[in-house]
């Protein structure tokens, strides 16, 4: 998150190309599985952070792994990267993509949190009820909570819809705290 | 203690339910990326406005937003910051930082969010939601500045005087009486408190030590000067911000009394302190420092600060339309109220050309110079009349007083410049010399012992006789014996000229009267060889 503005610059150069080539669910799919190599393999992060390995020998490795499974386009930035020096940042620049991907694709991550896992009906109808409301398409994320005892949160962007009984105890456990009674009658 | 009742258990119950609001609503949230040094920086809130009150979902701790930038939001913390860790969720409360002000604050001591502090409970009354940052009132609420605020001290009232409305700046070296002028005037208020016109006081402690705050709150129960004044104390071990927000906490305050059609006085101790806790703030926010690491908005932060003094239109239709008003007090406005600021400003060994001492006399309507050497020389209050000026308080000043002491600051300064010869050790011509002599004498009647502020009747009396040249013949080493004398002879026997001084009326009368005291008094005193 902290370096947001550099990730942000390259991972949208690397979005409108792939828009005006008219390749981007293939980047799309490169970009995802780069994401996902970079947030499984600690070491492969380490190795890019690293000031200690060599240029040459970090452009060996990327080249190693990526080159089969991506499109050229994509391997050919990513040699860019290497080249400026941001190998470091190849994860930001994942997530900003997909970030940009979503925004383009008018579809918006969606955060449920709730004590039980949703069915699916319920599930449908949550999806239903956000889409209507954002007027997006909705990617939903599930996790599960016990400790919120009943209710939901759901977060959309920076926006939070909290209905949770531990709010609700929590609320009501200030007002307590800070409400000093005065005899009315 | 009696048994609780089941009832009551029960109100309380159904009391408390009704307070708490359930408030499901659709709320704007962030989360911390970083934070430390009574600052966080916060990802997401992408709506949040500058200025505007956030909270911390942990522990309802609260925070002001100061900074928008690209890709996260810096807002200072108005409390402990040990329980915050990265990551926690923080609120949009949608309300712009304020205080909740109302009587109940009178006599008490506060913080810079209006919580009192000083363990007599809780704020009793009826409270008023204000904003700790308002506009000041523009140009057509406003009206000249035409009502002294007597200080009760000599040299102030006589030469420097200083009117309801008026921003007057305090200015001296550590130790040089500057935070007791400020007592002073605060203690003189006793009489209109008496009479039934208070006009309220706020005293506002910004950096200072715990126990100079505790022993200014003895001095002003003991005075009597209490039940119309508030201190909002920000020691220096109260996080930055709440530093630097408790001038403004003070002027909500005051602009409360002000808006609703009543004086208030609000003193500033000091601005110094203040701007310095600024600058810690800004530097932590990464803002670009300026000239002394200062940031480029401390100008502003004083001259927006001290335009809320003001003195209101008395028309009350006017003053109902007046600019920016919270919806709290919409209904209460009435017009004719005035809010006086007395800013304090610590120099260091006397440098007035320091940034933030420019700056802040450039804003005021006038300065009172305080000099060590004029302390030490035992010249109390240690006031340097040549460079102290009232740009606007000579039209509030009662014309008794003006009349009587219109020569005086040109008297003094002459004196001064001959002063200088003297020391030569010269023969001097007998005109120089009773300048001198006069001169002399004029310094030694405006002395005045702390916590002892004069009411102006007395103060006109004793000028009078300074400027009048009726202590010539007296010794330098026995004018005060005299003036305490002439004082109380004049009052035991003259009561109503004392009355009709303090309502601004010298007449002919007076003058003889006083003439005669004086010299009939003054016989006591001469050596007889």
């Not at chain 2, 939001?73 to 926690?88: C, K, N, P, T």
């Not at chain 2, 000599?154 to 009117?163: H, L, R, S, V």
């Not at chain 2, 933030?356 to 035992?378: C, H, K, M, R, Y």
């Amino acid at each position: 998150m902290r370096e947001r503005k550099i990730a942000y610059r390259y991972a949208k150069a690397l979005f409108d190309y792939a828009v005006e080539e008219k390749i981007l669910e293939k980047v799309n799919a490169d970009m995802d599985l780069i994401g996902k190599v970079c947030a499984q393999n600690r070491e492969f992060r380490l190795v890019l952070k690293s000031p200690i390995v060599h240029k040459r020998k970090k452009t060996a490795i990327l080249r190693r792994i990526f080159q089969e499974h991506v499109t050229t386009e994509t391997f050919t930035y990513l040699q860019i990267i290497a080249k400026k020096s941001r190998e470091n940042y190849i994860q930001d620049i994942a997530v900003c993509f997909t970030e940009l991907y979503l925004e383009h694709q008018n579809i918006k991550s969606a955060t449920i949190r709730t004590a039980v896992p949703l069915d699916e009906p319920l599930r449908r109808k949550v999806i239903a009820l956000l889409e209507e409301q954002t007027r997006a398409r909705i990617q939903l994320n599930e996790e599960v909570d016990p400790e919120l005892i009943g209710g939901f949160i759901i977060n959309v962007g920076d926006q939070q819809y909290d209905t949770s009984i531990q709010r609700k105890l929590l609320l009501l456990r200030r007002e307590f705290e800070g409400n000093i009674y005065i005899r009315g009658f | 203690m009696g048994e609780i009742k089941p009832a009551e258990v029960t109100a309380i119950l159904r009391q408390q339910l009704a307070g708490y609001k359930d408030e499901r609503e659709l709320q704007e949230v962030g989360t911390v990326l970083e934070v430390g040094d009574g600052i966080a920086r916060i990802y997401g809130l992408n709506n949040v406005q500058s200025g505007e009150l956030i909270e911390f979902e942990k522990n309802a701790l609260k925070g002001i937003v100061l900074n928008l930038e690209e890709d996260n939001v810096g807002a200072v913390l108005l409390g402990d910051s040990q329980d915050i860790s990265e990551g926690d969720v923080v609120r949009r409360t949608r309300r712009i930082a304020s205080i909740l002000v109302g009587e109940g604050m009178l006599g008490r001591v506060i913080n810079t969010l209006g919580e009192p502090i000083d363990g007599k409970g809780e704020i009793k009354g009826k409270r008023y939601e204000m904003p700790l940052e308002r506009k000041a009132p523009g140009v057509i609420f406003r009206q000249p500045v035409d009502e002294p605020l007597q200080t009760g001290i000599k040299p102030i009232d006589a030469m420097i005087p200083i009117g309801r409305g008026q921003r007057e700046l305090i200015i001296g070296d550590r130790q040089t009486g500057k935070t007791a002028i400020a007592i002073d005037t605060i203690i003189n208020q006793r009489e209109n408190h008496e009479m039934g016109k208070p006009v309220y006081c706020i005293y506002v402690a910004v950096g200072q030590k715990g126990s100079s705050v505790a022993n200014i709150q003895k001095i002003l129960e003991d005075k009597g000067a209490m039940p119309y004044t508030v201190i909002i104390s920000a020691t220096a071990s109260d996080p930055a911000a709440m530093q630097f927000y408790a001038p403004f906490a003070g002027a909500a305050i005051g602009e409360f009394f002000r808006d609703t059609g009543r004086p208030a006085l609000v003193i500033f101790d000091d601005l110094s302190k203040q701007a310095v806790a600024y600058r810690e703030v800004s530097l932590l926010l990464r803002r670009p420092p300026g000239r002394e690491a200062y940031p480029g908005d401390i100008f502003y932060l004083h001259s927006r600060l001290l335009e809320r003094a003001a003195r209101v239109i008395s028309s009350d239709i006017v003053a109902a339309k007046m600019n920016d008003l919270p919806e709290s007090i919409r209904s209460m406005v009435k017009g004719g109220g005035s809010l006086t600021a007395l800013p304090i400003i610590e120099t260091q060994a006397g440098d007035i050309s320091a940034y933030i001492p420019t700056n802040v006399i450039s804003i005021t309507d006038g300065q009172i110079f305080l000099e060590t050497n004029l302390f030490n020389a035992g010249i109390r209050p240690a006031i340097n009349v040549g460079i102290s000026v009232s740009r606007v308080g000579g039209k509030a000043q009662i014309k008794s007083m003006k009349k009587v002491a219109g020569t005086l600051k040109l008297d003094q300064a002459q004196f001064r410049e001959l002063e200088a010869f003297s020391k030569f050790g010269s023969e001097l011509d007998p005109a120089t010399k009773a300048v001198i002599e006069k001169g002399v004498r004029n310094v030694e009647i405006l002395k005045q012992d702390q916590y002892s502020p004069m009411n102006v009747a007395e103060q006109i009396a004793i000028i009078f006789c300074g400027t009048r040249g009726l202590l010539m013949d007296i010794p330098v080493t026995k004018v005060r014996n005299f003036e305490m004398e002439f004082i109380h002879y004049f009052e035991l026997h003259y009561p109503e000229q004392m009355d009709s001084l303090k309502k601004g009326i010298l007449t002919d009368e007076t003058v003889k009267l006083l003439e005669k005291t004086a010299k009939d008094l003054a016989k006591k005193y001469i050596p007889n060889e």
